[in-house]
């Protein structure tokens, strides 16, 4: 069995179809390679609703048009993540319509409300699971009150889970959303969750969120994938401003299929499909520039623990400064109100979370 994973999806801006007369020809390429797949999945960061009320505390919300479930199709995607920092962008109410539009169309998806999807195919048993990290300050986590959110990153429970599904003779998928965007070093403490994981159960660790490549490598009988990079993300908007509050740079266009070959549950190879966001059309295999990009990033995982943190550090306050010189006066001035107020104070309240569910389980499994 041949199963294909994507990034980051968010079917607005340029790759809408109520934007994109060209969306169709745009993708073709990519539907026709796609095509030669039994399963293709991918993490829906967009959810398909007609909500114009954003719901949280947020610098930016994203969404697709319900007519976008085209592109889903189109493209062979039938399994999509819904674990991630913007599927609750709109709300109880844009949350729902995205769940009723994919199950409308014979969609697939797992990441929310503890489910976790289970699939006898071609003599493979294979169970999709999906998490969200409290890293990535998202609005909706699982709520076991109402039993609607997002699945919560909680390591302790994801190594419960997937040693249920292997004892059941399940082939683990596992969906993360986590770590820091547009840089290509992985947060450590997840790179040490991810490998003390593959002590205790083999899985394929399949993540996204950063929007850039990062490394890959196999630990035991897992592999560990932690960014994809993006399949296709357009520039953000706010209503603060006519510039777009993040624009796609070169780093951002490059990503890749991770193509999993599977034969009675089990993981017998895999390869890495290069995926470059062009101007006019989305090109397949033709980029030896991204795989030389992953194989530098998957180098990087090797090295000592505190020079990689060093050089992780060293990336991410240039990408933070360079942020810095994008905003003036005006820019914090417009961001004196309760919703600054409300992200700084929910981030602060995510992090101890954090702490609990991934530092921690660091360090227990070390004890």
């Given at each position: 069995?041949k199963?294909?994973l994507?990034?980051?999806m968010?079917?607005?801006?340029?790759y809408?179809?109520?934007?994109?007369?060209?969306?169709f020809?745009?993708?073709?390429?990519?539907?026709?390679?796609?095509?030669?797949?039994?399963?293709?999945v991918?993490?829906?960061?967009t959810?398909l609703?007609?909500?114009?009320?954003?719901?949280?505390y947020k610098s930016?919300?994203i969404?697709?048009?319900?007519?976008?479930?085209e592109?889903?199709?189109?493209?062979?995607i039938?399994?999509v993540n819904?674990a991630?920092?913007h599927?609750?962008d709109y709300?109880v109410?844009?949350?729902k319509?995205?769940?009723?539009?994919?199950?409308k169309?014979n969609i697939?998806?797992?990441?929310?409300?503890?489910?976790t999807?289970?699939?006898d195919?071609?003599?493979n048993k294979v169970?999709?699971?999906g998490f969200?990290c409290?890293?990535?300050n998202?609005c909706?986590?699982y709520?076991?009150k109402?039993g609607?959110?997002?699945?919560?990153?909680?390591?302790?429970?994801?190594?419960?889970?997937?040693l249920e599904?292997?004892?059941?003779?399940?082939l683990?998928i596992?969906s993360?959303?986590c770590g820091?965007e547009?840089?290509?070093?992985?947060n450590?403490?997840?790179?040490?969750?991810a490998?003390k994981?593959?002590?205790?159960?083999?899985?394929?660790f399949?993540?996204?969120?950063?929007?850039?490549i990062?490394?890959i490598e196999e630990?035991?009988?897992?592999?560990i994938?932690?960014?994809l990079g993006?399949?296709?993300f357009d520039?953000?908007y706010?209503d603060?401003?006519?510039?777009p509050l993040?624009?796609?740079t070169?780093?951002?266009k490059?990503?890749?299929?991770l193509a999993?070959?599977i034969?009675?549950?089990?993981?017998?190879d895999?390869?890495?499909?290069p995926?470059?966001?062009?101007d006019e059309?989305?090109?397949?295999?033709?980029?030896?520039?991204?795989?030389s990009?992953?194989?530098?990033?998957?180098?990087l995982?090797?090295?000592?623990k505190?020079i990689?943190?060093q050089?992780?550090?060293e990336?991410l306050?240039?990408y933070?400064?360079?942020r810095?010189?994008?905003?003036?006066f005006?820019?914090?001035?417009?961001?004196?109100n309760?919703?600054?107020?409300?992200?700084i104070?929910?981030?602060?309240r995510?992090?101890?979370?954090?702490?609990?569910n991934?530092k921690?389980?660091i360090?227990?499994v070390?004890?």
């Amino acid at each position: 069995m041949k199963v294909a994973l994507l990034g980051d999806m968010g079917f607005f801006g340029k790759y809408s179809i109520a934007n994109n007369g060209n969306i169709f020809n745009y993708f073709k390429d990519a539907a026709v390679f796609l095509k030669g797949f039994d399963l293709v999945v991918g993490n829906l960061e967009t959810p398909l609703c007609n909500s114009n009320t954003p719901f949280g505390y947020k610098s930016a919300y994203i969404k697709a048009e319900p007519e976008n479930v085209e592109l889903l199709k189109y493209l062979n995607i039938s399994i999509v993540n819904l674990a991630n920092n913007h599927i609750f962008d709109y709300g109880v109410k844009g949350y729902k319509s995205n769940i009723e539009i994919l199950e409308k169309n014979n969609i697939n998806y797992f990441g929310i409300e503890k489910k976790t999807l289970y699939l006898d195919c071609q003599n493979n048993k294979v169970a999709f699971s999906g998490f969200c990290c409290y890293s990535t300050n998202a609005c909706g986590y699982y709520d076991a009150k109402t039993g609607l959110g997002v699945n919560i990153l909680d390591a302790y429970e994801v190594e419960k889970i997937l040693l249920e599904n292997h004892n059941k003779g399940f082939l683990n998928i596992v969906s993360i959303h986590c770590g820091q965007e547009h840089i290509h070093y992985p947060n450590y403490d997840h790179i040490e969750m991810a490998r003390k994981i593959a002590l205790k159960v083999p899985y394929i660790f399949y993540g996204h969120h950063p929007h850039v490549i990062q490394g890959i490598e196999e630990i035991k009988d897992s592999l560990i994938a932690y960014s994809l990079g993006n399949f296709c993300f357009d520039d953000v908007y706010t209503d603060k401003s006519e510039k777009p509050l993040l624009v796609q740079t070169n780093k951002n266009k490059k990503s890749f299929i991770l193509a999993l070959n599977i034969e009675n549950s089990k993981l017998i190879d895999f390869d890495t499909i290069p995926i470059y966001s062009g101007d006019e059309k989305m090109i397949i295999d033709q980029n030896n520039e991204i795989r030389s990009d992953l194989d530098k990033y998957s180098r990087l995982l090797k090295i000592e623990k505190n020079i990689y943190v060093q050089q992780r550090n060293e990336q991410l306050k240039a990408y933070i400064n360079s942020r810095k010189t994008l905003r003036d006066f005006k820019w914090y001035v417009k961001r004196l109100n309760l919703n600054s107020i409300m992200m700084i104070f929910n981030a602060r309240r995510n992090l101890k979370k954090y702490k609990n569910n991934v530092k921690n389980y660091i360090k227990d499994v070390v004890k």
